[in-house]
Antibody
Framework: QIQESGPQLVMPSQTLALTCSVSGGVIRNTDENWGWIRQSPGKGLEWIGHIHYTGSADYNPSLESRTRISVDTSKNEVSLRLTSLTGADTAVYYC????????????WGRGTLVTVSS | IVLTQSPAALSLSPGETATLSCRSSQSVGSYVAWYQQRPGQAPRLLIYEASKRATGIPARFSGSGSGTDFTLTISSLEPEDFAIYYCQQRSFWPGFGGGTRIQIK
């Protein structure tokens, strides 16, 4: 199971920091990437990026300049930082497992709604 | 790569068959997945690699296609199947279609 946590309200121009906690297993599997997808009414589902336990990460080019994903294998956690927020970043943010052998997003967290507003 | 799903909405009765289309602007081989999203829930993986059912998915869900044209078929709709369905490609970075809503007629 995976569970997202973080602030529900963030001010414009600030930085969003979310954490994904993975339980019932470990992040250190070669075949898995752990990532983030967001869903907003205006843009639908949007892949943000993912990371392998080795630290190798890939990002959506449209968000790459503002995004950093990191992994802490000792805590079984994946983190997302998204900078320079605007109202367009208001969305439900999902943590997902990206299983290379499928390849698809086979495990999703429940999601956390983040609102960017002053 | 742009994924276009059609129709945007489908009105059907339980027991009927739903046929959903997903068209890609470029060939994505067989790297298409389908997801179901019920209200207030996260998407759930149904189909990967165009035609392979994910673990625990009923046989009434089937996928087909390759290249640029893909189809999700749901035979004999159950009440819990009325939801939104998304296709997703994996050719370069992952991208999603805009979704098809199946609603009760």
């Amino acid at each position: 199971q995976i569970q997202e946590s973080g602030p529900q309200l963030v001010m414009p121009s600030q930085t969003l920091a979310l954490t994904c906690s993975v339980s019932g297993g470990v992040i250190r599997n070669t075949d898995e990437n752990w990532g983030w997808i967001r869903q907003s009414p205006g843009k639908g589902l949007e892949w943000i990026g993912h990371i392998h336990y080795t630290g190798s990460a890939d990002y959506n080019p449209s968000l790459e300049s503002r995004t950093r994903i990191s992994v802490d294998t000792s805590k079984n956690e994946v983190s997302l930082r998204l900078t320079s927020l605007t109202g367009a970043d208001t969305a439900v943010y999902y943590c997902v497992r990206d299983l290379g052998s499928l390849p698809a997003f086979d495990v999703w967290g429940r999601g956390t709604l983040v609102t960017v507003s002053s | 790569i742009v994924l276009t799903q059609s129709p945007a909405a489908l009105s059907l009765s339980p027991g009927e068959t739903a046929t959903l289309s997903c068209r890609s602007s470029q060939s994505v081989g067989s790297y298409v997945a389908w997801y179901q999203q019920r209200p207030g829930q996260a998407p759930r993986l149904l189909i990967y690699e165009a035609s392979k059912r994910a673990t625990g998915i009923p046989a009434r869900f089937s996928g087909s296609g390759s290249g640029t044209d893909f189809t999700l078929t749901i035979s004999s709709l159950e009440p819990e199947d009325f939801a939104i369905y998304y296709c997703q490609q994996r050719s370069f970075w992952p991208g999603f279609g805009g979704g098809t809503r199946i609603q009760i007629k």
